[in-house]
């Protein structure tokens, strides 16, 4: 009687839950890199697809792309172990139990939950199908369609309540054909046969053959976030110092200006002049000579393009004479390894996350179209998006540009009339020249007005010398007070000449300046014939 009533109590429970059917998901392995693969077959595309993973094929030659947010790879190991990967994956696929039987007609407005789907005949995806995930994040969708599956033009996959297109997946035993305007979510695994996508097709999965060719002309892939996939972040960001109070510098050039240009952020050359500036329209400083400041920027700006130069890229964008045409990049470290060319637009997708790092490494010099535009999504900020350019800059009419660029050994030459740029243009070596365009510095350091007296990091600094520029006084503040009465500043002008001397017998003192004439002077504090400090000051008169 006892077990009559457990066995009652059971089915009551389980005839008040909900249908589920636990269908569960394949391990892709590395095969979940790729957004489009072959085993054993030709990967071609015509038009401007938009794709973003690994394309490639482990027996044919992948033709026709642009540049892939992924990269290519065609008969290598990374290809050879995706063919291993989906293998598994197909057999795991084909040995779960269908507890569904639909009709060979999916769509129309049909709902389904999740489950094993299983159609004996041929397939056709009409209008849209919706699948239900009932609020679990988890529920998995297979459709196992042991024929060929083609979609009908403009059908649409539709996904509510939770469901993600990574735990969606559909087995075909033949061709896949995708009529126009498809959008399709999952991972598609045909066996043995081909896949074909058409124009305006989207797709947030994969599309894998066993043996068969990929086509696609002028698509819209990437792989889906979700179910386990790694969270991108990219590099981390370099520390800026005291090139973050700069908006347009550079460390050996002419800094000059033509027209009506508004800057927040500093302005200046470390070996040349800065004109041309309405310090009416710049909120900042216009270094117009050499200074502590320019200095410091100088050599914190090697530092900066040191630590990018050195960074180890993920992805090699293959054709940078295409770069951008609606282009869609996400948080990692890019290779351009030619003089670019970047025309219309490029996005830069932070997939949500805040934090996300962006570093494009051109090696070569940049071009722009007029109206080219960077365009952040989901989150990217220009704070964390970091150029690195070896040659000349070329920033045409109109353009829309963010980040911090850094020019290697080559000019800005011309940043033209009505650039925005959200960030700063720095150059190591070379002049640059802006017209009439509009640039914000973002998040500028708040001690700017102290760069050139001490470092952004000035711990290590025996003695303080402030303001520099200077002009009537100069005040010098001892930080460690173990060297007072030992500790002797010198100050020299261009020549060498000794122009003051003085030991240091008070933690601050003030010494009169105002017959210095303008101009860059020299110093260095000694202790016990020893040199502990040296530096650049500025006299403005």
């Known amino acids: 009687m006892k077990k009559k009533l457990q066995f009652i109590l059971a089915l009551a429970i389980l005839l008040c839950l909900p249908n589920v059917n636990f269908a569960q998901a394949p391990n892709l392995g590395s095969a979940a890199d790729f957004v489009l693969f072959s085993t054993n077959g030709a990967v071609t595309n015509s038009g401007i697809s938009h794709l973003t993973g690994k394309v490639g094929t482990n027996n044919g030659s992948s033709t026709g792309f642009g540049n892939v947010n992924g990269g290519m790879h065609d008969g290598d190991g990374t290809s050879a172990q995706c063919a291993a990967d989906l293998l598994i994956a197909y057999n795991q696929l084909a040995a779960t139990t269908a507890t569904n039987f639909p009709a060979a007609v999916l769509g129309n407005g049909q709902i389904l939950t999740a489950g094993v789907y299983s159609i004996a005949s041929a397939a056709t995806l009409n209008l849209t199908l919706t699948l239900n995930a009932q609020g679990n994040a988890n529920a998995v969708f297979i459709f196992k369609i042991q024929a060929p599956f083609s979609t009908n033009t403009n059908s649409k996959i539709k996904l509510i309540n939770g469901a993600l297109a990574c735990n969606v997946f559909w087995k075909v035993e033949g061709l896949v054909s995708m009529a126009s305007g498809t959008t399709m979510r999952g991972t598609v695994i045909a066996n043995n046969a081909a896949i074909n996508m058409n124009t305006g097709d989207t797709l947030e999965g994969r599309v894998l053959s066993t043996a068969g060719a990929v086509t696609t002309d002028g698509v819209l892939a990437y792989t889906p976030t979700g179910c386990g996939s790694p969270v991108l972040t990219g590099p981390t960001a370099p520390q800026l110092g005291a090139t973050g109070c700069y908006a347009i510098f550079s460390s050996n050039g002419a800094v000059s200006n033509a027209g009506s240009t508004y800057v927040t952020g500093d302005i200046g050359s470390n070996n040349g002049s800065a004109t041309g500036y309405n310090s009416a329209f710049i909120t900042g400083t216009i270094h117009t000579i050499p200074d502590g400041s320019t200095a410091q920027c100088a050599s914190d700006l090697l530092n900066v393009y040191s630590y990018l130069n050195v960074l180890t890229n993920d992805i090699e964008l293959l054709y940078p004479a295409q770069f951008g045409n609606n282009l869609v990049l996400t948080p990692h470290t890019y290779l351009l390894n030619a003089a670019t060319v970047f025309t219309d637009t490029v996005y830069l997708d932070a997939l949500g996350n805040a934090n996300a790092v962006f570093v494009i490494k051109i090696n070569g010099a940049l071009s722009t179209s007029t109206y080219s535009n960077v365009v952040l999504m989901n989150g990217a900020q220009s704070k964390n998006v970091f150029w690195k350019v070896e040659g000349a800059v070329n920033i045409n009419n109109y353009s829309v540009f963010r980040g911090t660029l850094i020019c290697n050994n080559g000019a800005l030459g011309a940043v033209n009339t009505g650039v925005e740029l959200d960030g700063r243009m720095l150059t190591t070596t070379g002049a640059l020249s802006t017209t009439a365009m509009n640039a914000i510095a973002t998040v500028i350091p708040g001690n700017c007005g102290s760069v050139g007296i001490q470092s952004l990091n000035s711990e290590d600094k025996k003695i303080i010398i402030y303001p520099n520029p200077f002009s009537a ?64 000051l500025v006299a403005q008169q």
């Open 473 to 536: 006084s100069a005040s010098i503040y001892l930080n460690d007070l173990s060297q007072l009465n030992n500790c002797v500043l010198t100050i020299y002008n261009v020549l060498g000449e000794a122009v003051i001397s003085t030991t240091i017998t008070k933690q601050l003192t003030v010494i009169e300046t105002s017959s210095f004439p303008s101009g860059i002077y020299f110093y260095k504090i000694m202790t016990n014939s020893t040199t502990i400090q040296s530096g650049k």
